[in-house]
């Protein structure tokens, strides 16, 4: 058997060229698959989020105020949280809300001593308690959400909301409604409500919470919202969630927000992430399902927060 140098480099050179593409496969495949948080480019979404930021006037609080004022206000915020259960009582999360809670809601203004705070017409044992808290209570205890719920030990919570009107209805509804699927998962008790933070469970809740919050602000635009978002996922061919959100323009931002009243700068801080959020899980789904789409989204939503 005679040995032919030129054949056997040809073979080496073609083998290693097969296991480099086998390599470039597996890590393509594994850039979606991967548990691993990433990080976007400064230029997307840090950088758009400042500029989407910059010279947005900061809210008029209507809380404190003198007690008149402040009602005026309560009444304003449960005649919205009521129209907003209506209005979107066919989303199938809303219509298990409305079965669960009824319209049972309790309103009023958060006291530093949450024991003391003051009821609209003195009804405090609502299923549903919603406080607006002050400015001061925001910048003193630093919290980083608008609207946020908070449980107690032996069911029901507390959902707390700023004491100023939001610019826009349907961004209300879609973080109050948000807030209230938190509060039902943790009355019913679900793994998610049960589990310690960051975990995945805990972080699936939260996808699907803010899965929740998207189907709200695409009702309250008659479907524009999902039709926007489809047309920017769909502007290239691309490989990666990370690669598509890197690829997404401030224009492509302001697109979605143009569907919706000028936040203010408070707002802005909440829309954004959500923008994003919605941007990934529906690029997601058109490459994934079932367990392997809700892994991607715990990472995408990890990586986002």
């Excluded at 907003?84 to 001593?113: A, C, F, H, P, T």
């Amino acid at each position: 058997m005679f040995f032919n140098s030129k054949t056997f480099r040809q073979t080496v050179v073609f083998s290693i060229a097969c296991f480099l593409l086998f390599v470039a496969m597996s890590c393509y495949r594994a850039s979606d698959n991967s548990t691993t948080p990433f990080k976007l480019k400064n230029t997307s979404y840090d950088g758009i989020s400042q500029k989407m930021i910059l010279n947005k006037p900061q809210s008029e609080w209507a809380v404190p105020a003198d007690m008149k004022s402040e009602d005026l206000f309560l009444i304003e915020l449960k005649s919205s949280i009521h129209v907003g259960m209506d209005k979107y009582s066919e989303i199938s999360e809303v219509k298990k809300l409305k079965e669960y809670y009824g319209q049972d809601l309790s309103i009023g203004v958060l006291d530093r001593n949450p024991d003391k705070s003051r009821y609209l017409d003195n009804y405090s044992t609502g299923k549903i308690v919603a406080l607006a808290y002050p400015k001061a209570a925001r910048v003193e205890k630093g919290v980083l959400t608008l609207i946020g719920y908070y449980p107690k030990a032996n069911g029901g919570g507390v959902i707390s909301m700023p004491g100023f009107r939001s610019p826009d209805i349907v961004w209300f509804n879609a973080r109050f409604l948000h807030e209230l699927y938190h509060q039902h998962q943790h009355d019913t008790g679900q793994p998610g409500a049960l589990a310690y933070s960051k975990t995945d469970v805990w972080v699936l809740e939260e996808v699907k919470a803010h899965e929740f919050a998207g189907k709200v602000l695409n009702a309250g635009t008659k479907g524009k919202y999902f039709d926007v978002i489809n047309q920017i996922i769909n502007q290239g061919e691309y490989h990666s969630v990370v690669e598509m959100l890197n690829a997404t323009k401030l224009e492509d931002v302001q697109r979605m927000d143009n569907l919706f009243a000028p936040a203010k700068v408070e707002e802005m801080n909440n829309r954004l992430p959500q923008y994003y959020l919605d941007l990934s899980f529906s690029w997601l789904k058109l490459k994934h399902e079932g367990q392997n789409l809700e892994k991607n989204q715990i990472t995408v939503y990890r990586s986002l927060h």
